[in-house]
């Protein structure tokens, strides 16, 4: 692949998080900066989905995760050869471009096996041992490609098939001899300007007859060869390199090694360390879903560092970011969240400001650097600032939200407070979702120095129907808690009416005490007037969490 800079958001993204990563992508590209792909490290979320889909917005790309994958180290671009190709092209390949492997492949670009040259040698010199004459499997037209030969006769015979290589050279009676030996097989005579053999060798039907050294055979031979329709070629090498040559023209399936699996560019690097290291030539074939090569992986490519970097956006936390994150180096931050636990090799551009969305801090260096939104990005950007302010109700939101919000709906015609009531009535609806994905779609984990804890969010237009599925929801809450190791696992559930939350959670024992908010039911507390998860919430949350450390 080539150089790659992700831009990705939070695990679980929001619209917020989504759409400031195709942004500042989209950004980065018109400023010439090719190698920026948006990516996303979850699903998108109703809300999300719904928004791209109205823009007519490409999905950015998804990865389950960052762990080192095949893809990240594969270099850009490789040469295969069909399979009905002479081994004589694909070994000039080989050694043009100094490489020690090459896939085989069939008409549809599908990996059939390995050429390399430790497979390749064994099986030349099965054909050329000296103890038996040298069989080959090959066709005419491979023959007459590989030699660059002039074809006297036949013009196109592509039929495969398996054949003895006679050199005559001898009297005309001993090659007798040695042909009526071999009646059974289909030959292949090597000659020189013998008009005598060449004669013979056209009365008795060889299956192929080669002459050396571009000797030009009679008017007569050439027409005896037409009439008995026996192909006839002329090679400009001599006896020896045309006899090499013609060892050279089987098909490169034939000299492939068919026991090297291929890997998929999706497999991760531990998975095929292994294989690599069992490969003769160290190296690996890469392929898609459908089978088709898309490129080659060596050891020495593993020695390296990934070709991919990484833009993170609205989060700065290794706890919210993609797994794996710390084994690529971390080129930007931006992000208007508090400052985290995230460390990077090399200085790096880190722009974090106090404002409701990320978006709004995308949409400003549009501004800044004097580059035209197009309307698309700038449609989304008005979307995942509505989106993660609450349409600019949200504590979180201040006059530069604001102020951009109503010049991205001065560009794109688009109403502020008809399209955030849109945008929230998307993501608001439960309906058959499972709470297993309500609770997933925008889930934060936090850390302090003793404890973890983690805080999702949705926003609703009334309360009704998750307060009649709560148990369901607890006991979600319940295996989330437990799956992080957590003190306590919280939803908390944004009433865009009212513009108020209650508090779902699951938790310790021994924290439940210590949470002192109004209290609606069992497990459930009401918080007039919280609607910022960032601002408002896990301030609270964190004086629980002192008091209860002590």
């Given at each position: 692949?080539k150089?790659?800079?992700?831009?990705?958001?939070?695990r679980?993204?929001?619209?917020?998080?989504?759409v400031?990563?195709?942004?500042?992508?989209r950004?980065?590209?018109l400023?010439?900066?090719?190698?920026?792909?948006?990516?996303?490290?979850?699903?998108l979320?109703?809300?999300?989905?719904?928004?791209?889909?109205?823009?007519n917005?490409?999905?950015?790309?998804y990865?389950?995760?960052?762990?080192?994958?095949v893809?990240?180290?594969?270099?850009e671009?490789?040469?295969?050869?069909?399979?009905?190709?002479?081994?004589?092209?694909?070994?000039?390949?080989?050694?043009?471009?100094?490489w020690?492997?090459?896939?085989?492949?069939?008409?549809?670009?599908?990996?059939?096996?390995?050429?390399?040259?430790?497979?390749?040698?064994?099986?030349?010199?099965?054909?050329?041992?000296p103890e038996?004459?040298?069989?080959?499997?090959?066709?005419?037209?491979?023959?007459?490609?590989?030699?660059?030969?002039?074809?006297?006769?036949?013009?196109?015979?592509?039929?495969?098939?398996?054949?003895?290589?006679?050199?005559?050279?001898?009297?005309?009676?001993?090659?007798?001899?040695?042909?009526?030996s071999?009646?059974?097989?289909?030959?292949?005579?090597?000659?020189?300007?013998?008009?005598?053999?060449?004669?013979?060798?056209?009365?008795?039907?060889?299956?192929?007859?080669?002459i050396?050294?571009?000797l030009?055979?009679?008017?007569?031979?050439?027409a005896?060869?037409?009439?008995?329709k026996?192909?006839?070629?002329?090679?400009?090498?001599?006896?020896?390199?045309?006899?090499?040559?013609?060892?050279?023209?089987s098909?490169?399936?034939?000299?492939?090694?068919?026991?090297?699996?291929?890997?998929?560019?999706?497999?991760?690097?531990?998975?095929?360390?292994p294989?690599?290291?069992?490969?003769?030539?160290?190296?690996l074939?890469?392929?898609?879903?459908?089978?088709?090569?898309?490129?080659?992986?060596?050891?020495?490519?593993?020695?390296?560092?990934?070709?991919?970097e990484?833009?993170?956006?609205?989060?700065?936390?290794?706890?919210?970011?993609?797994?794996?994150?710390?084994?690529?180096?971390?080129?930007?931050?931006?992000?208007?969240?508090?400052i985290?636990?995230?460390t990077?090799?090399?200085?790096?551009?880190?722009?974090?400001?106090?404002?409701?969305?990320?978006?709004?801090?995308?949409?400003?260096?549009?501004?800044?650097?004097?580059?035209s939104?197009?309307?698309?990005?700038?449609?989304?950007?008005?979307?995942?600032?509505?989106?993660?302010?609450?349409?600019l109700h949200?504590?979180?939101t201040?006059?530069?939200?604001?102020?951009?919000?109503?010049?991205?709906?001065s560009?794109?015609?688009?109403?502020?407070?008809?399209?955030?009531?849109?945008?929230?009535?998307?993501?608001?609806?439960?309906?058959?979702?499972?709470?297993?994905?309500?609770?997933?779609?925008?889930?934060?984990?936090?850390?302090?120095?003793?404890?973890?804890?983690?805080?999702?969010?949705?926003?609703?237009?009334?309360?009704?129907?998750?307060?009649?599925?709560?148990?369901?929801?607890?006991?979600?809450?319940?295996?989330?808690?437990r799956?992080?190791?957590?003190?306590f696992?919280?939803?908390l559930?944004?009433?865009?009416?009212?513009?108020?939350?209650?508090?779902?959670?699951?938790?310790?024992?021994?924290?439940?005490?210590?949470?002192?908010?109004?209290?609606?039911e069992?497990?459930v507390?009401?918080?007039?007037?919280v609607?910022?998860r960032?601002?408002?919430?896990i301030?609270?949350?964190?004086?629980?969490?002192?008091?209860?450390?002590?």
């Open positions: 692949m150089q790659t800079v992700y831009v990705i958001g939070h679980n993204p929001d619209t917020d998080s989504v400031a990563a195709i942004a500042y992508a950004l980065k590209n400023q010439g900066h090719a190698e920026y792909v948006a990516a996303r490290a979850g699903h979320s109703p809300q999300t989905d719904y928004i791209l889909k109205r823009f917005v490409p999905k950015s790309q990865f389950h995760d960052l762990q080192p994958r893809e990240f180290y594969m270099p671009g490789t040469e295969t050869v069909l399979e009905d190709k002479s081994v004589w092209s694909a070994v000039e390949k080989l050694q043009k471009n100094g020690h492997s090459m896939p085989v492949v069939d008409g549809e670009g599908r990996y059939k096996a390995l050429l390399h040259y430790s497979g390749f040698a064994k099986n030349i010199l099965d054909i050329l041992n038996r004459q040298t069989a080959i499997t090959t066709s005419v037209e491979l023959i007459r490609e590989t030699l660059d030969a002039q074809p006297l006769c036949v013009r196109d015979d592509r039929e495969v098939f398996k054949g003895l290589v006679l050199v005559a050279d001898d009297s005309l009676e001993t090659f007798k001899k040695i042909f009526e071999h009646l059974s097989e289909k030959v292949i005579v090597v000659t020189g300007d013998r008009t005598d053999i060449q004669d013979y060798c056209i009365e008795n039907g060889v299956r192929a007859l080669v050396v050294s571009s030009v055979p009679t008017k007569e031979i050439i005896k060869a037409e009439k008995k026996i192909p006839m070629l002329l090679s400009s090498y001599d006896t020896s390199s045309t006899v090499l040559l013609t060892t050279y023209s098909p490169v399936a034939i000299m492939a090694d068919t026991d090297v699996p291929a890997v998929h560019k999706n497999d991760s690097v531990k998975k095929i360390r294989i690599l290291h069992a490969s003769p030539s160290r190296s074939t890469v392929v898609d879903d459908d089978n088709k090569v898309v490129g080659m992986i060596t050891e020495n490519d593993l020695l390296h560092d990934a070709l991919v990484i833009a993170l956006v609205d989060h700065n936390e290794v706890s919210q970011a993609a797994e794996g994150i710390e084994h690529y180096t971390i080129r930007e931050i931006i992000d208007h969240h508090r985290g636990t995230v990077t090799r090399t200085p790096i551009t880190f722009i974090n400001k106090p404002v409701g969305s990320t978006s709004t801090i995308v949409a400003n260096l549009y501004r800044e650097n004097h580059v939104i197009p309307l698309e990005i700038a449609q989304v950007l008005l979307c995942g600032i509505l989106s993660d302010t609450l349409i949200s504590a979180t201040t006059d530069i939200d604001r102020e951009t919000a109503d010049y991205l709906s560009i794109t015609g688009l109403d502020v407070q008809t399209l955030g009531q849109d945008v929230l009535n998307a993501g608001s609806h439960i309906g058959a979702r499972s709470a297993a994905d309500v609770i997933k779609q925008d889930k934060k984990e936090y850390r302090d120095e003793r404890n973890v804890y983690t805080v999702s969010q949705i926003e609703v237009d009334g309360t009704d129907e998750l307060l009649a599925r709560k148990q369901e929801f607890l006991d979600e809450l319940e295996i989330t808690r799956s992080h190791g957590a003190l696992a919280a939803l559930v944004t009433d865009i009416a009212r513009l108020s939350s209650l508090m779902l959670v699951s938790a310790d024992k021994r924290f439940l005490p210590y949470i002192t908010f109004p209290k609606q069992d497990n507390y009401f918080l007039k007037d609607m910022s960032k601002k408002q919430l301030p609270l949350l964190s004086e629980l969490i002192e008091r209860y450390n002590g």
